[in-house]
């Protein structure tokens, strides 16, 4: 069973990652118990309820991979380790969140997939911001309606398990059109 309590997390991006760790043979370090990412606004109360739990407790720099405040893993029961997973609410709720762009109504099965972008500073390729679909016959319209508004567009493959319908999106909630830049 973990021992590992309620950690105060959010869901947004993480810069900072605490490790806590349990005590061994009378080494206060002696086991790496937990690593979780966290933002901010939230590193100093996450190390405060780890030390309050008997952690004892390092932050680092989050490194490169994209994480979010409360992702980590949880060793303290080394028969069920468990991975973390920040909470959905910090993420933003694209689900009716509108594109700035019109599509074509259409309700023919997607032949194409779309991977829209928009422009990140600091980010070679930009954001990626959602997967647009369509059929054949609007490919090129929806393409032109994507760079109308100011996005690329790249063609990727379908999965072959996929259906989507032509018009459809998602919008991802980590990219700008999901509020998350």
Request: glycine residues 10%; proline residues 8%; negative net charge.
């Amino acid at each position: 069973m973990s021992t590992l309590p309620t950690l105060p997390v959010c869901g947004r991006p993480a810069t900072i990652r605490v490790e806590a760790y349990g005590t061994l043979d009378g080494n206060p370090c002696g086991t790496l118990d937990a690593s979780v990412y966290v933002c901010p606004d939230h590193a100093a109360q996450t190390v405060t309820v780890l030390e309050a739990a008997g952690f004892a407790t390092r932050r680092l720099a989050g490194g490169t991979e994209v994480k979010r405040c409360g992702d980590g893993m949880d060793f303290t029961d080394p028969t069920e380790v468990r991975t973390l997973t920040a909470p959905v609410s910090g993420v933003p709720d694209t689900t009716s969140a509108e594109p700035p762009f019109k599509l074509p109504e259409c309700t023919a099965p997607a032949t194409v997939r779309l991977e829209v972008y928009s422009s990140a500073p600091g980010d070679l390729y930009g954001s990626l911001d959602a997967s647009v679909y369509a059929c054949d016959r609007h490919s090129i319209d929806t393409v032109t309606a994507v760079w109308v508004a100011n996005l690329t567009a790249h063609k990727v493959g379908m999965a072959p398990d996929v259906q989507r319908t032509c018009g459809e999106v998602h919008i991802f909630p980590t990219g700008t059109l999901g509020g998350a830049r």
